[in-house]
């Protein structure tokens, strides 16, 4: 004769525990799955990238004013910001030599396309990539509060280097930027 054991109260508690505990697993993968593939796939390397170590040209025609770029570039995340007229306009006002990393906006940009920033998507404190602030306000760093301006340029610390810019040129055109290089 077979006896079969029936489960206890406390056997049957256990297992809806473990139930819920793998179905909140699953929701949570699936909901980073969801939250990271709009960032990944705006993040692939451009088309005209010729190797890892390589120069990449990004096209910028139809990059509206206001609007951010971002591509991978040797691995590194890099912003390329088309600047409003007030953006520019505020990162020109005031004195840069009172600023945490003191660099005016002239020395940021190039002076033929003052419009584009381009920059290193990532805080000099630790690391982290600073997020938009609305309204064309610059940037804040998640993790510990930072803020640039629209130059990229550390208003508030804990930062205290500006968002590195890299070697980058413009092709003649004006709406083409090479990444990684002194000329195009
Ligand atoms: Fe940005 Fe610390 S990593 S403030």
């Known amino acids: 004769m077979v006896v079969e054991n ?21 929701a949570a993968a699936a909901g980073v799955t969801a939250a990271v593939w709009p960032l990944i796939s705006s993040l692939g390397p451009d088309e005209t ?5 390589e120069p990449i040209d990004v096209s910028l025609a139809g990059v509206a004013a206001g609007q951010t770029v971002r591509r991978l570039w040797q691995g590194k995340l890099i912003l390329i910001h088309h600047r409003t007229p007030e953006e520019i306009a505020a990162a020109r006002t005031g004195a840069h030599s009172a600023l945490i990393d003191p660099q005016s906006d002239s020395e940021r940009v190039t002076p033929d396309h003052p419009q584009w920033l381009v920059v ?3 805080c000099p404190h630790a690391g982290c990539v600073p997020n938009a602030r609305p309204g ?5 760093c998640p993790c510990h509060g930072s803020e640039f ?3 990229g340029r550390v208003t ?3 930062a205290t280097a500006n968002l590195a810019v890299p070697e980058y040129a413009f092709h003649p055109d004006g709406l083409t930027v ?6 195009a």
């Open 6 to 26: 029936k489960p206890s109260d406390d056997d049957i508690q256990e297992q809806r525990r473990n139930c819920l505990c793998k179905l909140t697993k699953f």
């Open 49 to 53: 990238a010729r190797g890892e170590n």
């Open 120 to 122: 290193q998507g990532y």
């Open 136 to 140: 064309g306000q610059g940037w804040v």
């Open 149 to 151: 301006d629209t130059s």
């Open 156 to 158: 508030r610390g804990p």
């Open 178 to 183: 090479r990444i990684g290089a002194k000329d």
